[in-house]
């Protein structure tokens, strides 16, 4: 099985950046993605980045295009999200999770593993 465990949430003024952590454990050798969702109180889950573990190529939501990268170190089972220029409505539970299926990279329910989520606060 695989655990994965997500780090670097905060509090952020408006325009500030934050970096999300993925760490992945135990069974990792059938990931195939990894991907980011976020969920707002009282909002249903979203999409918010993925990446194809083998190559690299990345996913986002129109949300955060331009603003989100998301990046990966193969010998550190670790994905990353760079969140720049925050906004409020970026305010959410940020979950990371892995999908073993190579499709379905941006629907949540066919994500096999999540994290516990990390909280990401933007101020105005």
């Known amino acids: 099985q695989v655990q994965l465990v997500e780090s670097g949430g905060g509090l952020v003024q408006a325009g500030g950046s934050l970096r999300l952590s993925c760490a992945a454990s135990?069974?990792?050798?059938?990931?195939?993605?990894m991907g980011w969702f976020r969920q707002a109180p009282g909002k249903e889950r979203e999409f918010v980045a993925a990446?194809?573990?083998?190559?690299?190529?990345?996913n986002y939501a129109d949300s955060v295009k331009g603003r989100f990268t998301m990046s990966r170190d193969n010998a550190k089972m670790t994905a990353y999200l760079q969140m720049n220029s925050l906004k409020p409505e970026d305010t959410a539970v940020y979950y990371c999770?892995?999908?073993?299926?190579?499709?379905?990279?941006?629907?949540?329910?066919?994500?096999?593993?999540w994290g516990q989520g990390t909280q990401v606060t933007v101020s105005s």
């Open positions: 135990g069974r990792t050798f059938s990931t195939y993605v």
């Open positions: 999770a892995v999908n073993r299926k190579p499709f379905g990279i941006t629907t949540g329910h066919l994500y096999d593993i």
């Open positions: 990446i194809r573990w083998s190559g690299g190529s990345t």
